[in-house]
Every structure is written in structure tokens, then in C-alpha cells.
């Protein structure tokens, strides 16, 4: 009788055991599952409004909850609160609840917030040019920049060497010119 006792307890202790352990598990996969669906509707929302922007408010709420539609596989209740949707501005935030039951029929809730900006400024690809230092008609430096670069001044060569001059003979300190064109720089010799 003893033993059938203590089984019986271990038997309860397991099962108890095991049902925290779906509940913790289900909440876990709720809360993931919600996230994950979130975030890749917000931004696919987003992507759409960068190829589309000529879209209005509503269609740009509609297209986010068709795409948060698909994405929910389980069960659960969700509700969707649109905290901000600006087409102008390329602003989704959005706020969800996840309502469900549990392995033991209890209602639980999970929730979670998404915020996505569009970014609309696009970096401009800047010109190429070339800077190219020559001593006695022989290359003895050339630099690739950017437009708008500093000019960096190599280092002055050994011997009788002066300063740099421009195409038109005038002494110049290229440490102090923006590129804005292929230069050429001379050295002058004593």
C-alpha cells in the first residue's frame, strides 16, 4: 500500500510537471510566433509603401494586416491596435495581443509592440577623381579620392625639393584643396 501511495504521488508530480511545462512551452511559441509574424508584416509593409508611395493611409493598414493575416499559423485571437501609420513620413507602429488557451483551457495573453521607419534618403554615389603628384616629369605619387576629399600631400622627396605647384605653374598646398577634378601637382626643385 505503500508503494501505491507513493506512486501515486510521483504519477501527479509528473503530470503536473509536464502540463507547466506545455504551459510555459505554448505561451513561448505564442510570444515567438506573434514577434516574429510582426515584425516581417511590418516591414514588408514598409518595403511596399518604399515601391509604392503613392498609396493612402488605408490601403497601407490594410496591406500590413493582410500580411500579419498570413503570417498566424496558430489558434490564437489577435488583436491589433495601429498606434502610428504615416504614408508621408513612412512611420509603422503597431501594437498586438495574442489571446489564447492553454492546455488546461485557461486564457492567456501575449503581446507584443513593432515600430518601422522607412528610410527614404538614398546615398549618393560620389565622383572618382585623381590626384597625381609628379618630380621631373616621373609619377612620384598618385591618390583616388572621393569628391570633396582633402588632397592628402605625400611626403616631400629627398633632396633640393621646394613645395608642389598647380597645372598653371602657381605654388600651391593641395592639404588645403577639396577635389572636385583630376589634379595634377608638379614639384618644384631648387
Keep these: 500500500m505503500k508503494y501505491v501511495i507513493k506512486g501515486g504521488i510521483m504519477a501527479a508530480i509528473a503530470f503536473m510537471v509536464i502540463v507547466a511545462a506545455m504551459i510555459i512551452s505554448g505561451r513561448s511559441v505564442r510570444k515567438n510566433e506573434l514577434e516574429n509574424t510582426l515584425e516581417h508584416a511590418t516591414k514588408q509593409t514598409v518595403e511596399y ?4 508611395p503613392q498609396i493612402d493611409r488605408q490601403e497601407f493598414v490594410q496591406y500590413f494586416k493582410n500580411n500579419l493575416e ?4 496558430s489558434d490564437s485571437e489577435i488583436l491589433v491596435s495601429i498606434i502610428e501609420a504615416d504614408t508621408e513620413k513612412g512611420i509603422l507602429s503597431v ?6 488557451q492553454n492546455c488546461l483551457g485557461k486564457k492567456e495573453k501575449v503581446e507584443a509592440n513593432k515600430t518601422v521607419i522607412l528610410e527614404k534618403y538614398q546615398l549618393e554615389k560620389k565622383k572618382q577623381y585623381t590626384a597625381v603628384y609628379k618630380i621631373a ?8 579620392l572621393t569628391e570633396g576629399s582633402k588632397i592628402p600631400t605625400p611626403v616631400n622627396p629627398d633632396g633640393n625639393f621646394e613645395g608642389w605647384m598647380d597645372e598653371n605653374g602657381q605654388v600651391v598646398y593641395p592639404e588645403e584643396i577639396q577635389l572636385e577634378t583630376d589634379r595634377i601637382f608638379y614639384g618644384k626643385l631648387e
Design 49 to 52: 509603401l518604399k515601391k509604392n
Design 70 to 73: 498570413m503570417g498566424i499559423e
Design 95 to 100: 501594437h498586438a495581443e495574442g489571446n489564447f
Design 137 to 144: 616629369g616621373e609619377i612620384y605619387k598618385v591618390y583616388k
